[in-house]
C-alpha cells in the first residue's frame, strides 16, 4: 500500500512541473503578443476595429449600417422598416448600408439601398447578434454596435441621427458583442 502513495506521490509531482512549464509557456506567448501590438490599445487592436468600406462620407457624418442575416427571424422583420427610414437618415447627410452578413442575397429586393455583403468586407466582421445596427466614422472605424430587437427599437436608435447633420458624438463608445 505504501509503494502506491509513494507512486502517486510522485505522479502527482511530475504533473506539478508539466503544469509549471505550460503556465510558463502560456505567460511567454502573452508577452510575445503584447510586445508585437496584440495587446489592447494598440494601434493593432484599433485597425480590427476598422472598416474602409463602410467609412462614412465626411467627419460630421456617419455610416449607419444594418447588420442582417438570412438566418434570424427578426431580421425580416426589421429589414423592410430600414428601407423606410434610411430616407431620413440620407437626408441629413449620413450614408446608409445595409451588411448582408452572410452573403445570402436574401435581401435584394426590400429596396434597402446600397448593401454590402460580409465576406466581402475589407475585414472580417464578427457580431455575437443580429440584426445590428452599426454606427462608423469617416475613417471606417467603429463607434457602437447596439442590437436591433425589433422595429421600434431601429427606429429609436436612428432617431437621433436623422434629424442633424452634425454627429451625436465624437468618442468611440464601444458595445459588448463585437469580436475583434
Same mark, same amino acid.
Given at each position: ?5 509513494? *507512486? $502517486?506521490?510522485?505522479?502527482? &509531482? ?8 505550460? =503556465?510558463?509557456?502560456?505567460? *511567454? ?7 508585437? +501590438? ?12 476598422? &472598416? #474602409?468600406?463602410? *467609412? ?27 428601407? +423606410?427610414?434610411? !430616407?431620413?437618415?440620407?437626408? *441629413? /447627410? ?16 426590400? !429596396?434597402? +439601398?446600397?448593401?454590402?455583403? /460580409? ?9 455575437? =447578434? ?16 447596439? #442590437? ?5 427599437? $431601429? ?5 437621433? =441621427?436623422?434629424?442633424?447633420?452634425? #454627429? #451625436? ?12
Amino acid at each position: 500500500m505504501q509503494s502506491l502513495l509513494w *507512486a $502517486l506521490l510522485i505522479l502527482a &509531482w511530475v504533473a506539478v512541473v508539466f503544469l509549471t512549464f505550460g =503556465y510558463a509557456g502560456l505567460v *511567454a506567448k502573452v508577452r510575445e503578443l503584447e510586445v508585437n +501590438g496584440g495587446g489592447s490599445g494598440s494601434a493593432a487592436n484599433d485597425r480590427s476595429r476598422q &472598416w #474602409p468600406d463602410l *467609412a462614412a462620407p465626411d467627419t460630421a457624418h456617419r455610416t449607419l449600417a444594418l447588420v442582417v442575416s438570412s438566418t434570424c427571424p427578426t431580421c425580416e422583420e426589421v429589414a423592410p422598416a430600414w428601407s +423606410g427610414l434610411r !430616407g431620413a437618415l440620407t437626408a *441629413a /447627410g449620413h450614408r446608409t448600408v445595409l451588411v448582408d452578413i452572410d452573403g445570402s442575397g436574401t435581401w435584394d429586393s426590400i !429596396g434597402a +439601398g446600397e448593401i454590402v455583403t /460580409g465576406p466581402g468586407l475589407s475585414s472580417p466582421l464578427l457580431l455575437a =447578434y443580429q440584426p445590428a445596427l452599426l454606427v462608423l466614422d469617416a475613417d471606417g472605424s467603429l463607434l457602437s454596435a447596439e #442590437p436591433v430587437g425589433s422595429v421600434d427599437s $431601429l427606429t429609436a436608435l436612428t432617431e437621433e =441621427y436623422s434629424g442633424g447633420a452634425t #454627429p #451625436p458624438s465624437t468618442t468611440s463608445s464601444l458595445t459588448t458583442g463585437v469580436a475583434s
